[in-house]
């Protein structure tokens, strides 16, 4: 019985494998993705940010090295060296009061933010683009900065899924 559990599961894994499936260990380095295999390196060059929030630049820097060291999709540069350089521009950073009482306290708020990567491999001097990210919330029971760290959170994740799109 034993001997045939091993052998239906050997089979299943062949069927699997002929269905493109592939097995991964653990020293697997990642997608391929627009930095290639993973063994290239990354520096953000450039963050522009139009709110008055001193601490999103060093948030979404933050929010970068952890999404790119968690996909291993490069590896992390400080400097001018880099294959590739990163440049985060926010377009849009809209926050406003959509719901007020009677005594002007606010009970809805929305947020919008619009936001483009810009990637420069430095040895072929190209250029790609995500093109306008744009995400919007409405918060009642967060903080603005609340608010603001989880809509800059699921850009990144946005940016970061178009990153490994390379089709």
Known sequence: MKKLYSFLSVCLLVVLCS???????????????????GNKSVA?????????????????????????????????????KADYHIEILL????????????????????ITIQMEIRVRDMHLNTTWSSGILSHSEYFQNL?????????????????FTSFENTF
């Open 91 to 110: 377009h849009k950073f809209d926050t406003n009061a959509s719901l007020t009482d009677e005594q002007d306290r606010t009970l809805l708020s929305s």
């Open 19 to 37: 269905c493109g499936y592939t097995v991964q260990g653990l020293n697997h380095t990642g997608k391929n993705s627009i930095f290639g295999s």
């Open 143 to 159: 903080s603005e900065e609340e608010a603001i760290r989880e809509t800059l959170n699921e850009l990144v994740f946005i940016a």
């Open 44 to 80: 953000i060059t450039k963050i522009e940010d139009p709110s008055l929030y001193p601490w999103i630049t060093y948030y979404l820097t933050n929010q970068f090295h952890t999404e790119m060291n968690f996909r291993k999709l490069a590896k992390w540069e400080v400097s001018e």
